[in-house]
T-cell receptor
Framework: GAGVSQSPRYKVTKRGQDVALRCDPISGHVSLYWYRQALGQGPEFLTYFNYEAQQDKSGLPNDRFSAERPEGSISTLTIQRTEQRDSAMYRC??????????????FGQGTRLTVV | DAKTTQPNSMESNEEEPVHLPCNHSTISGTDYIHWYRQLPSQGPEYVIHGLTSNVNNRMASLAIAEDRKSSTLILHRATLRDAAVYYCILRGRDDKIIFGKGTRLHILP
């Protein structure tokens, strides 16, 4: 695709439900990043992948959060047993990567998650 | 993760140059200096990056100190549309992109 695509754009879920957020990176991009952004704050790093390998998941807040990228393209961020504090904008980015730290990252429009 | 320090906010008049500073005294030899900005209600967007030499592109210029411990993003002629949060980020071999608090730039008409 032309850019990074995230779906859904908006998700309202009840507390305790599981949600899956999808990210479709730019074709051919090796690196894929997930961020969470609260209102008025900067993006908070969650995890990232090179190809299908999860390189760093140190930013995942707790074990209710997980991410996968099984075929090295589309990625899913899953939040189990959602809580109200999980409400935020979730952003995905991709870059040509890996070891090419001089390349730019492209961000998707984000998924606005609201837990009620 | 290598850290950067930026002022919380800055103001500039429209159509004047803006110099946004960033300190990164713990930068390593392989870290690239990246700048991103985030306009209101938008996702972050890439502005510019450099390693050692000063860089220019259609959006901005990046001036890197000789010792690489600081850099300055230069917007040559600010417009109201440049009002955003600007993030200075060090990106190393691990490819991680970690955002700090950034500088909120206000443009006065």
């Amino acid at each position: 695709g032309a850019g990074v695509s995230q779906s859904p754009r908006y998700k309202v879920t009840k507390r305790g439900q599981d949600v899956a957020l999808r990210c479709d990176p730019i074709s051919g991009h090796v690196s894929l990043y997930w961020y969470r952004q609260a209102l008025g704050q900067g993006p908070e790093f969650l995890t990232y992948f090179n190809y299908e390998a999860q390189q760093d998941k140190s930013g995942l807040p707790n074990d209710r959060f997980s991410a996968e990228r099984p075929e090295g393209s589309i990625s899913t961020l899953t939040i189990q047993r959602t809580e109200q504090r999980d409400s935020a904008m979730y952003r995905c980015a991709s870059s040509l990567g890996t070891g090419l730290s001089g390349t730019e990252a492209f961000f998707g429009q984000g998924t606005r998650l609201t837990v009620v | 993760d290598a850290k950067t320090t930026q002022p919380n906010s800055m103001e500039s008049n429209e159509e004047e140059p803006v110099h946004l500073p960033c300190n990164h005294s713990t930068i390593s030899g392989t870290d690239y200096i990246h700048w991103y900005r985030q306009l209101p209600s938008q996702g972050p967007e890439y502005v510019i990056h450099g390693l050692t030499s000063n860089v220019n592109n259609r959006m901005a210029s990046l001036a890197i100190a000789e010792d690489r411990k600081s850099s300055t993003l230069i917007l040559h002629r600010a417009t109201l549309r440049d009002a955003a949060v600007y993030y200075c980020i060090l990106r190393g071999r691990d490819d991680k992109i970690i955002f700090g608090k950034g500088t909120r730039l206000h443009i006065l008409p």
